[in-house]
């Protein structure tokens, strides 16, 4: 295959950088006009572009499918029949027999083609793997997981709050993104060095005296994304921490945070480090 | 009734292809409409429901992009794709820009208890709501996400569900803007190799 790039234009290999993004609606609006431009005169571009936004179209066809109610149905069905006669410009019109045969004969061409394409796809899919179905399952039931992750992310209220690492020498950062909506939140870390073999770090709500363990987790390659579920919790925590704790995590933190945020200044009892660290002694008792 | 009574453009609405509808959909044909939401409705509103993530909103929305295509059909140009992808696009534009219109305004209304239960993630691979084509077509879309890698998918996901932009993404992930373009272009053209047969067929 040859290089994309190769013997290309520097305006037409900017445009071939941006145009995945561009599809995906992911370009900030000073950075999509000087493609539109581009693609307006250029027509090898302007085909690269159709194939991302057609790529970025099935991306729908993977949500999981909801039923509409039917009084939706109802509700549209009417509002259509009432402006029926209503729209400016209308004129009765028979269809002309010969255009619409032209017109199915067509899409029948067009369906056809690509349901032998779609047959030689999934027999590929099948060839690749005979459990398909399972692996199809397990695919589904992960990108709904990831999809809470990517909800909370994306949710307009979501509040980001950056983690305070304790270690002066650590390259560490996590930041604790909250979405009230979705009552749920979600931790991002980089640079975690790998915890002594038997312990991992283990996340805790806290307020007050208290503090809830969330969940323990390992960082692949320094990374993690954490998700939290609060929608059945009845109390609010005034902060997040993350200790080192022996593997299987503990019933209450038992070494000093390696990370922390308090959520508002208020609870944190005027910001000192040793008030923090005395809220987490109280956690964890005498 | 014998079948012959019944003239061409009542049999059957429902074997129409998407583009004899729609254009039949310019003679004000309400059964032409009725079978296109009939094939799509639930389609468009899973896909601006997953955006807008609460039921009243997707519902209008869902209301006001099938009576935009009734009003203005030939919004849609048949030569320049096929009608599923042209929706599907059509419905993911319109709800990211209600949620960024919105803005940090925007609350979600509190959902009832039957409503919250129908979030939790149940895998529907073989869907009885959408016709065969579709569903195979799902099938290969999930079977292509999940060979991507999850650092690369779920960007794709933000921006495209999320209708977050690469620089968004980079401050809410917590990583440099240079690796989430990265991430963007390598899962877009995986995507495109799984989904392209020319390019399977050059790989080989
Ligand atoms: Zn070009």
């Known amino acids: 295959m040859r290089d994309s790039s190769e013997g290309l234009d520097a305006r037409c290999v900017e445009a071939r950088e941006l145009v995945d993004a561009y599809a995906l609606g992911a370009l900030e609006s000073r950075e999509a006009a000087p493609l539109q431009r581009h693609v307006s005169d250029c027509a090898q571009c302007r085909e690269e572009l159709g194939k991302s936004q057609r790529t970025a179209a099935l991306l729908s066809l993977s949500v999981r499918i909801e039923q509409a109610r039917p009084r939706l149905r109802e509700r549209i069905l009417a509002h259509a029949e009432k402006e029926r006669f209503e729209i400016p410009g209308w004129r009765r019109l028979v269809p002309s027999r010969r255009v619409g045969t032209r017109a199915v004969a067509f899409g029948g061409v067009v369906a056809l083609v690509f349901a032998v394409f779609l047959q030689a796809q999934l027999s590929n899919l099948r060839g690749d793997n005979g459990q398909l179905q399972d692996q199809l399952s397990a695919a589904s039931s992960e990108l709904e997981q990831q999809r809470q992750i990517v909800a909370v992310l994306s949710a307009q209220d979501t509040q980001k709050v950056a983690m305070e690492q304790v270690s002066l020498r650590s390259q560490a950062e996590s930041v604790y993104n909250w979405s009230p909506v979705n009552d749920a939140g979600f931790i991002v870390c980089r640079n975690f060095p790998a915890p002594a073999p038997g312990r991992v770090y283990q996340v805790w709500f806290v307020a007050g005296g208290r503090a809830e363990p969330v969940a323990t987790f390992l960082p692949q390659n320094g990374g993690c994304q954490i998700p939290m579920d609060m929608s059945r919790m009845n109390w609010r925590p005034d902060g997040i921490g993350i200790s080192v704790e022996a593997q299987g995590g503990s019933s209450r933190p038992t070494r000093p945070w390696f990370s922390y945020a308090w959520f508002n200044e208020a609870s944190s009892g005027g910001g000192s480090h040793d008030m923090r660290m005395g809220i987490w002694a109280a956690a964890i008792g005498p | ?204």
């Open chain 2, 1 to 204: 009734m014998n079948i012959q009574d019944v003239s061409p453009e009542e049999r059957g609405n429902s074997e129409l292809d998407d583009e004899e509808l729609m254009r039949r959909l310019g003679y004000r044909d309400l059964g032409a409409f009725q079978a296109l939401y009939d094939r799509y409705g639930n389609l468009v509103y899973s896909t601006v429901l997953r955006i807008l993530r609460d039921v009243q909103t997707a519902e209008d929305m869902v209301q006001e992009i099938f009576l935009r295509i009734w009003r203005k059909p030939d919004s849609y140009v048949a030569q320049r794709g096929r009608f599923v992808t042209w929706l599907t696009s059509v419905s993911r534009n319109r709800a990211v820009d209600e949620i960024r219109s919105r803005g940090r305004r925007f609350r979600y209304e509190t959902s009832s208890p039957e409503e919250q239960e129908r979030e939790l993630p149940t895998p529907e691979i073989n869907d009885p709501a959408l016709r065969a084509e579709l569903a195979d077509q799902r099938r290969l879309i999930l079977a292509a996400l999940a060979r991507i890698p999850l650092e690369q998918r779920q960007i794709i996901e933000l921006a495209y569900f999320g209708g977050l932009t690469q620089q968004e993404i980079a401050e809410r992930l917590c990583q440099p803007l240079g690796t989430v373009k990265t991430r963007v272009r390598l899962g877009m053209q995986k995507l495109r190799a799984a989904l392209t047969p020319e390019v399977r067929l050059e790989e080989r």
